[in-house]
């Protein structure tokens, strides 16, 4: 700050004029001529880049470094490694490091099995990317996708006590992922994939869970369908409807929407249409990925054609999990009464939540300003703490299923109600009943190698 071109008490009151609120000044460095000032400011995060233009555009003011307290949070990172216990001692030195350690690597190299009970690999997950598909952000890249992955881990590790490491691979090659996560699978008792692309997050999913014998789970596709499906199911105990009786219509075929169509048919759904950019999916056609032709082959019996407004006629659901505009007012008035509509695209839903609220009796989107969010948080820390706890061999369909019914099962008949048909992802009995019921129905299915002693 140039003294001789302004005082502190008009920087102040620009800052003031642009709607923030100065809370606290500290002088770094003070002189003569300028003063150097650390300046925190309370202000709506929208207008972060107005206030910062209305500072620069100040004649004697120079703005060496601009932050916010989600970036102070991020500052070298948001996890660490620490270890369970201190070596104070050549005693202990000895014990976990040489010359003891070596008496059980040798173990471990007679009974492969014994990695589990020896080393971390019993509760260790990769939570692995390429960073071509981050949030709302698109290829990012891996380097700019870590903060995420890191969030991942210690949503983990706080909600389920689960180890993970954030693994941002620099190749976008469906081969190369698939082998390095190959390679390094010995380390982990899990793979978590996330933010991979579409179509390829399919194939390396497909190939991940045929050449591995631990959990690969693909968030962004079975996460979604999961926290949509226990959703569903309390959204039908609002409207009194049977999920086998229902006509549903997932808006949206990529990695989710194909997810989401998956799950339905397993839960029961047996009229449902899956639309794409090229219009509903009708059976025996052939499309342009083997996805599309694979979902279309399981939907649509009655081969209904045309665009989502064609055929959402009747539908007493909508998931959505395209993008914003996709669902328009006169397609709510065509659905049957009391409709029920997912609007889950993020950031932006596929109709306006607040336009849509007054023309259905459910509403949920992916946002956490709304009611009925639905967010994969619910359902991951507590699939791979079950999973992990039963050495399952895979996450299963029956297991998936397991985990939606569990987290609808939390919302009580007293609470159910329009605007609550979702626990929270704070609900401390999220995931142990998640974590219960994936290990009952991975024993059921002949998924588990180990039952845990409760």
Known sequence: MDKAKITFGEFATAINAAGGDVIAVDVIQAGKHKTVRDITVQLNVEMHQQLIHVIQSLEGITVIHVSDSTFLAHLGGKIQVVPKAPIKNREDLSRVYTPGVARVCAAIREDPAKAYTLTSKRNTVAVVTDGTAVLGLGDIGPEAAMPVMEGKVMLLKQLADVDAFPICLQTRDTEEIIQIVKGISPTFGGINLEDISSPRCF????????????????????????????????????????????????????????????????????????????????????????????????????????????????????????????????????????????????????????????????????????????????????????????????INEDMKLAAARAIASIVTDEELNEQYIIPSIFNDKVVSSVRDAVIEAAIKSGAARRVPRD
């Open 203 to 394: 194939e390396i999913e497909r190939r991940l869970q045929e050449e591995l014998d631990i959990p690969v789970f693909h968030d962004d596709q079975h996460g979604t369908a999961v926290v949509m499906l226990a959703g569903l199911l309390n959204a039908l105990r609002v409207v009194g409807k049977s999920i086998r009786d229902i006509k549903a219509v997932v808006c949206g075929v990529g990695a989710a929407g194909a997810a989401c169509a998956e799950m339905l048919l397993a839960a029961g759904v047996r009229d449902l249409i899956a639309v794409d950019r090229c219009g509903a999916l009708i059976p025996g056609e052939t499309y342009h990925h083997p996805t599309l032709d694979r979902i279309a082959s399981k939907t649509n019996p009655k081969s209904e054609a045309g665009t989502l407004s064609d055929v959402i006629r009747g539908a007493d659901v909508f998931i959505g999990v395209s993008g914003p505009g996709a669902l328009k007012v006169e397609d709510i008035a065509k659905m049957s009464a009391d409709p029920i509509v997912f609007a889950m695209a993020n950031p932006e839903p596929e109709i306006d939540p607040e336009v849509a609220e007054p023309l259905v009796r459910v509403l949920a989107t992916g946002r956490s300003d709304f009611p009925n969010q639905i967010n994969n948080v619910l359902c991951f820390p507590g699939i791979f703490r079950g999973a992990l706890d039963c050495r399952a061999a895979c």
